[in-house]
């Protein structure tokens, strides 16, 4: 499991490795700088644990786990640098916007039930990106880096109800196909987003709790390489 400090700092010197001269021309068609686009979905679980009201005397409280899904659109820009005939490494920023407004949450405090709509709006990914050519237009990678998500609230009650900016980590999984004319192509890809614990307290009738959850998304697109 990577630490945030410690996998920040994995992207940035693997970053530094792509200042070197090409190794190899079977991955040139893979180099350079690239702007990409794409859409699909997300499925995302979300948990609470460990809640107590913050009331004279404290009370605890619970919460069921939140599954939801929602559509998903993603931009992005990256560069890869060819380390051999065969293998590339990449580092890729991408921002996923979605609205996932059905997510319900309920907190059970006793007999009485307090809810809540949440909901996640943009989505920042920093992630090195290592690929294997599986055919002359065919390039096979993975993802790892770092997260950033805005989780929005809104209590049922009307009352105000507090946004997060929480961290996580991202794993993936995605293959390009160049299309015809060299420069364009075809993307697929599934991401692994897992947030990091984070402790967090509400606005109204104040409760303190650990938040976490995950993602997976499956996204179809095309990119376009300045090479």
Same mark, same amino acid.
């Given at each position: 499991?990577?630490?945030?400090?410690?996998?920040?700092?994995?992207?940035?010197? @693997?970053? $530094?490795?792509?200042?070197? %001269?090409?190794?190899? $021309?079977?991955?040139?068609?893979?180099?350079?700088?690239?702007?990409?686009?794409?859409?699909? &979905?997300?499925?995302?679980?979300?948990?609470?644990?460990?809640?107590?009201?913050?009331?004279?005397?404290?009370?605890?409280?619970?919460? !069921? *786990?939140?599954?939801?899904?929602?559509?998903?659109?993603?931009?992005?820009? &990256?560069?890869?640098? $060819?380390?051999? *005939?065969?293998?590339?490494?990449?580092? %890729?920023?991408?921002?996923?916007? +979605?609205?996932?407004?059905?997510?319900?949450?309920?907190?059970?405090?006793?007999?009485? $039930?307090? =809810?809540?709509?949440?909901?996640?709006?943009?989505?920042?990914?920093?992630?090195?990106?290592?690929?294997?050519?599986?055919?002359? *237009?065919?390039?096979?990678?993975?993802?790892?880096?770092?997260?950033?998500?805005?989780?929005? @609230?809104?209590? *049922? #009650?009307? /009352? !105000? @109800?507090?946004?997060?900016?929480?961290?996580? /980590?991202?794993?993936?999984?995605?293959?390009? /196909?160049?299309?015809?004319?060299?420069?364009?192509?075809?993307?697929?890809?599934? #991401?692994?987003?897992?947030?990091?614990?984070? +402790?967090?307290?509400?606005?109204?009738?104040?409760?303190?709790?650990?938040?976490?959850?995950?993602?997976?998304?499956?996204?179809?697109?095309? =990119?376009?390489?300045?090479?």
């Amino acid at each position: 499991m990577f630490t945030r400090s410690s996998t920040f700092l994995t992207i940035v010197l @693997c970053f $530094a490795t792509l200042s070197g %001269e090409t190794a190899g $021309a079977q991955t040139s068609k893979f180099e350079g700088f690239n702007l990409h686009t794409g859409l699909g &979905g997300i499925s995302q679980t979300t948990f609470k644990s460990d809640m107590v009201l913050l009331s004279n005397p404290q009370v605890p409280v619970s919460s !069921p *786990d939140i599954l939801s899904s929602a559509p998903l659109l993603n931009v992005g820009a &990256g560069f890869n640098k $060819a380390v051999s *005939d065969q293998f590339t490494l990449g580092l %890729e920023f991408n921002l996923s916007a +979605r609205d996932s407004k059905h997510i319900h949450s309920v907190n059970y405090v006793g007999p009485y $039930a307090l =809810g809540s709509m949440l909901w996640n709006t943009n989505q920042y990914t920093l992630s090195l990106s290592p690929g294997y050519l599986l055919a002359p *237009d065919t390039l096979l990678y993975v993802k790892f880096g770092v997260l950033k998500v805005t989780t929005m @609230c809104a209590n *049922d #009650n009307g /009352q !105000p @109800c507090m946004s997060n900016h929480l961290s996580g /980590q991202n794993f993936g999984l995605g293959i390009k /196909q160049v299309l015809a004319g060299g420069q364009n192509y075809f993307y697929i890809e599934s #991401n692994k987003n897992q947030l990091f614990t984070t +402790r967090l307290t509400t606005v109204n009738t104040p409760v303190t709790y650990s938040l976490n959850g995950s993602t997976l998304n499956l996204v179809l697109g095309f =990119g376009h390489h300045f090479n």
